[in-house]
């Protein structure tokens, strides 16, 4: 089983190597990493540095893979050194909303652009998209959080489109966006104070829970919007 992670040096992204490497006998890991290569498991995951925003070094590193049978993005962005989300109309900047979409959303799409040819010679080829259940525009009750709601809209829309193209050149792929649930990672930590008891997960049963609804997906169940314990989301 070959597998890449986007963002194998976060919180979700390096549970996730771990997660696979305990679970397959047989696995060929690779994962990305923006600034600070993990140390641990050196021996047992293939390291690749990437910007995820740049098309160029997307296109690169797919001419680095001929085979591919799974793929996970699990970069993200929610707040910044000296930006959060927006809490009203006043505080949104075009850099930051842009930003926004230049990190949660247009890197699937580039993904898929790219290494579409690699996945297609698997048996049961598969790229999930950690996504947000506050990018729900049904869900959505509280407004707010005007950029990070909108890049993980966009993001949604774009795991639908892709999955509709590829079923008719790809199918046997399933694509599918991911509610995690909130995550007990540095994206959340700020945060954190609000969130219900019990609610809080940490980053390796999340992990678990995106893997287990990997095992289960089938094409048939290709662009959906799922939460950490495979329930539909509206989108």
């Given amino acids: 089983m070959k597998v890449l992670i986007f963002g194998g040096n976060g919180g979700i992204g390096y549970s996730l190597c771990k997660c696979l490497l305990n679970q397959k006998t047989n696995i060929d890991l690779h994962a990305t990493y923006h600034n600070q290569q993990p140390e641990d498991h050196a021996n047992d995951i293939k390291w690749h540095r990437i910007d995820i925003t740049s098309e160029q070094e997307l296109k690169s590193l797919a001419c680095q893979f001929s085979s591919l049978d799974l793929i996970i993005n699990a970069v993200g962005l929610l707040h910044s050194t000296d930006q959060g989300p927006e809490k009203n109309l006043q505080s949104c900047q075009p850099d930051f909303f842009l930003h926004n979409m230049a990190v949660n ?4 799409l580039m993904i898929a652009k790219y290494f579409s040819s690699c996945l297609s010679s698997s048996e049961q080829p598969k790229f999930i998209t950690i996504s947000a259940k506050v990018g729900s525009i049904e869900d959505n009750k509280l407004g707010g959080w005007y950029s990070y709601r909108s890049s993980k ?7 639908k489109n892709i999955s509709i193209e590829w079923s008719r050149r790809m199918p046997k792929a399933c694509i599918l966006s991911i509610h995690p649930g909130t995550t007990d990672t540095a994206l959340s930590k700020p945060f954190q104070a609000n969130v219900p008891t019990g609610k809080l997960f940490s980053p390796d049963k999340v992990a678990a829970d995106i893997l287990d609804i990997m095992e289960k997906a089938t094409p048939e169940s290709s662009g959906s919007f799922l939460t950490y314990d495979g329930q539909s989301l509206p989108w």
């Fill in 105 to 108: 959303a247009l890197p699937t």
């Fill in 153 to 159: 809209a966009a993001l949604n829309m774009l795991i």
